[in-house]
């Protein structure tokens, strides 16, 4: 006999409820894997970065990194998420596969030769001009990854998450290995000329003139690493394009673009901003010390994107269930406690650990901006999970909408505050911070006001300020109360987080022990 539990005044059967959020989170625990792996070793080069390399040289991988983010949007132009829907609402998968590969290898090829043929006048525009190369290697990584979107979709589609995770580990294993090699092992080699044979080698590879260049080509190996990984995910395709199909694809995708392109508006321009708008002798030192600390929403950025990898296939297949919404809003009080808690670890720990060994003390002074870009981060998750109504309803044009709206807010803040002397409260990155902070808050709130209106989901909005109210209250508790000395902080911040889990367990235990 099945359980039944009452969530919201609905009777609903707690088999079929459960069944699919077990299966959500294991997915989201297995995509977690590698993306907490990945998030670890890519935070491990953090220090290395931040310590190898001067706030400006780091400026300037940050500068162009903000370029790449902006750039896949456009390669991938929402055929991503287009194949997630039609993966499901067509009966021949096989065809939806294959047009929506062949339409971006065409669109990738373009973009190599255009980006190939002109590096150095690209370079020059964005004031690299002794440096077309790096245009050449990020254009190559970017097409590469471009052509891995939709085989990676299709192993999620096909809930093969831990071929997905494998693949994604040895690209980043990869990438990871070859920065160690070229900027730790081969300068520490050199230093040693009896090593005989392998200096050789070393010489042959290795130019101890070059230092970011290194990163570029770590990233540009991995990318191709993974590709080549994917080669059997191309196994039996058909290579036949349906033109009618790709067209309803297309209008399906095209708002998702222009979402996408404002999103990256939202996440990286910023850095951008922050490069054109400062005085020059300053900017890349600013550009360095913002994006060292945007690093430290290490946790939460994991665990969304660990989320955002199992939940859009997830929520398309469970929408045809018939209590599809109020699986949403039970995946929602969850999400909140997940978030709430990663919020609330990183700021009790931030002095204790996760400065003094993520990043060089020269970036420490940017530290005030952490709170800030965790909270704005949060707000973003938010949007992700409530971001599913116009894309079950097919109103993905309000996903542009949407991120149109904060991409006005991003610019109008960021040209406003960054320019502004340190007497203001908000200037430099400070400004970048809070007009994240706003923009994220701002499209998680009219995303939920208009999505009631197309696709209303009951969603316990106490439960949303309750646990979120809880975790801030507790971070300004961890604030103002400051045992004296380090192991007394320590336990104390430890006993915050573990008032916060226990309440949050006593709170949703009636529910967990009626699911059993």
């Known amino acids: 006999m099945f359980a039944t539990i009452c969530v919201e005044n609905h009777e609903i059967n707690t088999f079929a409820l459960m069944n699919p959020f077990k299966k959500l989170a294991g997915q989201t625990a297995v995509y977690g ?11 491990l080069l953090v220090p290395l970065y931040t310590r190898v390399f001067l706030p400006g040289e780091y400026g300037t991988v940050s500068v162009f990194y903000a370029y790449a983010s902006f750039l896949v949007v456009v390669l991938t132009y929402g055929m991503e998420t287009s194949f997630f829907r039609f993966n499901e609402s067509e009966p021949d998968r096989e065809k939806v596969f294959s047009t929506a590969t062949i339409s971006l290898v065409i669109t990738t090829l373009v973009f190599l030769a255009l980006a190939t043929g002109f590096a150095g006048p690209i370079a020059a525009w964005i004031d690299y001009a002794d440096h077309p190369e790096y245009v050449l290697w990020f254009a190559w990584f970017l097409g590469l990854d471009a052509l891995s979107k939709i085989p990676f979709a299709r192993l999620r589609a096909e809930n093969k998450a831990l071929r997905f995770a494998a693949i994604n580990i040895a690209n980043i294993s990869v990438n990871f290995g070859l920065n160690l090699f070229f900027l730790l092992f081969c300068p520490f080699a050199l230093r040693h000329e009896s090593w005989g044979v392998l200096n050789g080698f070393i010489h042959m590879i290795y130019r101890p003139d070059w230092g970011i260049e290194y990163i570029f080509i770590s990233n540009l190996v991995a990318s191709s690493v993974a590709l080549i990984l994917l080669v059997p ?14 067209k309803t694809m297309l209008i399906y995708a095209f708002p998702l673009l222009f979402a996408g392109m404002a999103g990256m508006v939202n996440e990286t321009f910023d850095r951008l901003l922050l490069r054109y708008l400062l005085p020059k002798d300053t900017a890349a030192y600013q550009v360095g010390i913002y994006s060292a600390c945007y690093k430290i929403s290490i946790l939460m950025t994991i665990f969304i994107q660990a989320y955002k990898y199992a939940a859009e296939p997830f929520f398309f297949a469970a929408a045809k ?11 929602m009080d969850y999400f909140i406690i997940v978030v709430s808690f990663i919020f609330l670890a990183t700021m009790v720990y931030l002095d204790d650990f996760i400065l003094r060994y993520l990043i060089g003390k020269n970036y420490w002074e940017g530290r005030g901006v ?19 109504w116009y894309k079950l309803t097919s109103k993905t044009i309000w996903g542009a909408y949407l991120s149109l709206i904060g991409a006005v807010i991003t610019l109008t803040l960021n040209f406003w505050w960054i320019p502004l002397g340190p007497e203001y409260l908000v200037h430099g990155y400070l400004g970048s911070a809070w007009a994240t902070f706003i923009c994220y808050g701002t499209m998680m709130v009219i995303s939920y006001l208009v999505g009631q209106r197309f696709f209303p989901v009951n969603y316990n909005l106490g439960k949303f300020f309750g646990y979120l109210g809880f975790a801030i209250l507790l971070y300004t508790a961890s604030v103002y109360i400051t045992p004296e000395g380090r192991f007394l902080q320590v336990l104390f911040h430890s006993l915050l987080l573990a008032v916060f889990a226990v309440t949050a367990y006593l709170i949703e235990k009636p529910r967990l022990a009626s699911s059993r």
């Open 33 to 43: 894997l590698s993306s907490i792996l990945g998030r670890i070793l890519g935070y």
């Open 233 to 246: 995910q191309f196994t039996g395709m058909t290579w036949k394009l349906d033109r009618k199909l790709l």
């Open 321 to 331: 269930e018939k209590d599809a919404k109020i699986l949403y809003a039970r995946i």
């Open 370 to 388: 952490i709170p800030v870009l965790m909270m704005a981060n949060l707000f973003l998750g938010v949007y992700y999970n409530l971001a599913i």
